[in-house]
């Protein structure tokens, strides 16, 4: 979030909001993607493997660190 990205000292807490909110709507790919800026790179590839398509766990993997959420 833009907010987070201001305020370094709440990146964490708005990108674990962040993924609440996404996997409460369904937005599997937003929800990986924060999973893997906050550094949970092994949940985010489980999320994966059970929300998202072969294609887009590969996407993920490669852009996930690059990706504003």
Do not use: P
């Not at 000292?9 to 999973?35: G, N, W």
């Not at 550094?39 to 766990?57: C, D, Q, R, V, Y």
């Amino acid at each position: 979030t833009e907010h987070a990205q201001n305020n370094h000292h709440v990146l964490d807490q708005c990108l674990a909001l962040a993924c609440i909110v996404y996997e409460a709507c369904k937005v599997h790919r937003k929800t990986a993607l924060s999973m893997c800026r906050r550094g949970l790179t092994h949940s985010a590839a489980e999320f994966m493997k059970l929300n998202l398509t072969t294609g887009w766990f590969n996407w993920c993997c490669r852009h996930g660190h690059q990706i504003q959420v």
